[in-house]
């Protein structure tokens, strides 16, 4: 068979380079990319009576196509050009996924794993396993945004969202488009409600766990008392402000306390050990204390009327309303921070980060570790004052999901996003031929 190509090396050629001693040595060289096409002819054998794999096995495929796209374009396309149409769409060091188990790298996904995806049918976010996973080595990609959010795609990268179709009536009609059709008329669908999780506690459970984690304290003290290992738990909190509320909330998930005032106005909640106990007995990750426990994935497992309740009780204890009627929690980073940003994306809104800012009434500025996060319920970034840049080459990947879309995060920016075909849309390959959008489709068709 002869090269494909000057600049592909074969054989001697390779083992030249390597200096490989072949009177002592066998080198056994392996095309990684070939051998994906050839067990996917083996798979397509019995449909197509072999003739994937005679174009893998006795050709070029990339030639092939070239050819058949040269057909449909009226052009001479090379096989270099024909090898790029298929690509993926988010770049691998800087995109994580929302799973079951909390927020993964490209790495640690695979094929059947749960992740986050919208339904554009029923209006909520769904766990759906990934039907596919593609990838492609240095592609360009765009870095789009504003002053609130920023994310990076390849230029035929699919979301979801709407389309205005009239300035007078503001008529929108919801449908994919890519990162190159941003037009100030469409919407990004950035969060929607989420489905819960089957951990079976309360709401009035959940928001005792609140509590416990803003505005509260609880240690194990890892020795047994008639064969239960002691506990101690306490809410402690302004007398003035939500004492009624953690009475209500503790009562409702039946648990017992005593309250013990302070000088400073101050009520100290000290729950019912035995009590207390059988509420982290409910829990599936042990005994461990406050800063052990895993509440990211905490919050994946409740049910949506618990999830809204653990964070409402957080918001109580550790936020604030604006004058402009917002509502924030301020928190350090971490874990629990981690947890506050999940909770209140899968309540679908959007957890908007602002590094600086004056944490309620007692006027300091956060310019470390603590950030405040605003609880914005506008679900849809508008496209109007979006920048769009090509900002680099990029290791790119995307998913397949039975609901053409899933749950992306860049930096601490989390958005909806849609499935990349697994192949060019007509825009792409027109503007990398230099051919008319019709022709480009014509070149997909073939």
Same mark, same amino acid.
């Given at each position: 068979?002869?090269?494909?190509?000057?600049?592909?090396?074969?054989?001697?050629?390779?083992?030249?380079?390597?200096?490989?001693?072949?009177?002592?040595?066998?080198?056994?060289?392996?095309?990684?990319?070939?051998?994906?096409?050839?067990?996917?002819?083996?798979?397509a054998?019995?449909?197509?009576?072999?003739?994937?794999?005679?174009?893998?096995?006795?050709?070029?495929?990339?030639?092939?196509?070239?050819?058949?796209?040269?057909?449909?374009?009226?052009?001479?396309?090379?096989?270099?050009?024909?090898?790029?149409?298929t690509?993926?769409?988010?770049?691998?060091?800087?995109?994580?996924?929302?799973?079951?188990?909390?927020?993964k790298?490209?790495?640690?996904?695979?094929?059947?794993?749960?992740?986050?995806?919208?339904?554009?049918?029923?209006?909520?976010?769904?766990?759906?396993?990934?039907?596919?996973?593609?990838?492609?080595?240095?592609?360009?990609?765009?870095?789009?945004?504003?002053?609130?959010?920023?994310?990076?795609?390849?230029?035929?990268?699919?979301?979801?969202?709407?389309?205005?179709?009239?300035r007078?009536?503001?008529?929108?009609?919801?449908?994919?488009?890519?990162?190159?059709?941003?037009k100030?008329?469409?919407?990004?669908?950035?969060?929607?409600?989420?489905?819960?999780g089957?951990?079976?506690?309360?709401?009035?459970?959940?928001?005792?766990?609140g509590?416990?984690?803003?505005?509260?304290?609880?240690?194990?003290?890892?020795?047994k008392?008639?064969?239960?290992?002691?506990?101690? +738990? $306490?809410?402690?909190?302004? %007398?003035?402000? /939500?004492?009624k &509320?953690?009475?209500?909330?503790l009562? @409702?998930?039946? *648990?017992?306390w005593?309250?013990?005032?302070?000088?400073?106005?101050?009520?100290?909640?000290?729950?019912?050990?035995?009590?207390?106990?059988?509420?982290?007995?409910?829990?599936?990750?042990?005994?461990?204390?406050?800063?052990?426990?895993?509440?990211?994935?905490?919050?994946?497992?409740?049910?949506?009327? +618990? $999830?809204?309740?653990?964070? %409402?009780?957080? /918001?109580?204890? &550790?936020?604030?309303?604006?004058?402009? @009627?917002?509502? *924030?929690?301020?928190q350090?980073?971490?874990?629990?921070?981690?947890?506050?940003?999940?909770?209140?994306y899968?309540?679908?809104?959007?957890?908007?980060?602002?590094?600086?800012?004056?944490?309620?009434?007692?006027?300091?500025?956060?310019?470390?570790?603590?950030?405040?996060?605003?609880?914005?319920?506008?679900?849809?970034?508008?496209?109007?004052?979006?920048?769009?840049?090509?900002?680099?080459?990029?290791?790119?990947?995307?998913?397949?999901?039975?609901?053409?879309?899933?749950?992306?995060?860049?930096?601490?920016?989390?958005?909806?996003?849609?499935?990349?075909?697994?192949g060019?849309?007509?825009?792409?390959?027109?503007?990398?031929l230099?051919?008319?959008?019709?022709?480009?489709?014509?070149?997909?068709?073939?």
């Amino acid at each position: 068979m002869p090269k494909p190509s000057d600049k592909v090396l074969l054989g001697k050629e390779m083992r030249g380079l390597l200096g490989v001693d072949t009177t002592k040595y066998y080198e056994v060289g392996i095309d990684g990319s070939n051998l994906e096409q050839l067990i996917g002819a083996w798979g397509a054998y019995e449909f197509d009576d072999g003739l994937y794999y005679r174009t893998v096995s006795q050709g070029d495929a990339h030639a092939v196509n070239a050819k058949a796209y040269s057909v449909a374009a009226g052009k001479e396309v090379s096989r270099g050009d024909g090898k790029p149409i298929t690509y993926a769409c988010l770049p691998k060091d800087t995109t994580t996924v929302l799973t079951r188990d909390g927020w993964k790298e490209f790495k640690d996904l695979c094929v059947g794993t749960d992740v986050l995806t919208y339904n554009t049918e029923k209006g909520v976010s769904e766990w759906k396993p990934i039907q596919h996973i593609v990838e492609f080595d240095n592609q360009p990609v765009i870095e789009m945004g504003n002053s609130h959010f920023k994310f990076e795609s390849t230029a035929d990268h699919r979301w979801f969202g709407d389309r205005r179709t009239g300035r007078k009536t503001k008529r929108y009609v919801q449908e994919f488009f890519t990162t190159e059709d941003f037009k100030g008329e469409r919407r990004i669908l950035r969060s929607a409600v989420a489905e819960g999780g089957g951990l079976g506690i309360s709401p009035e459970e959940a928001g005792v766990l609140g509590w416990l984690v803003a505005d509260g304290y609880f240690h194990w003290s890892g020795f047994k008392r008639n064969k239960e290992e002691g506990i101690t +738990a $306490r809410i402690v909190q302004c %007398e003035k402000k /939500y004492t009624k &509320e953690i009475r209500q909330t503790l009562a @409702g998930a039946n *648990i017992s306390w005593s309250e013990h005032y302070s000088s400073d106005d101050r009520v100290d909640f000290l729950l019912c050990s035995k009590d207390i106990r059988k509420l982290f007995d409910k829990l599936p990750f042990g005994r461990v204390n406050k800063d052990e426990l895993p509440w990211t994935k905490l919050v994946l497992m409740l049910s949506q009327p +618990a $999830r809204a309740a653990w964070l %409402e009780a957080f /918001y109580l204890a &550790e936020g604030w309303t604006d004058r402009g @009627g917002n509502k *924030i929690i301020c928190q350090n980073e971490g874990e629990y921070l981690e947890a506050v940003r999940l909770a209140i994306y899968l309540e679908g809104m959007v957890p908007v980060q602002h590094n600086h800012g004056k944490h309620g009434k007692t006027g300091y500025t956060n310019k470390g570790i603590c950030k405040n996060i605003r609880l914005s319920s506008r679900k849809f970034l508008t496209c109007q004052r979006l920048t769009k840049n090509v900002s680099r080459s990029a290791d790119v990947f995307c998913l397949t999901t039975e609901n053409s879309t899933f749950v992306a995060r860049q930096g601490g920016h989390i958005t909806i996003t849609g499935n990349c075909l697994y192949g060019a849309q007509s825009p792409k390959i027109a503007s990398m031929l230099d051919v008319p959008k019709e022709i480009g489709q014509k070149v997909i068709d073939a």
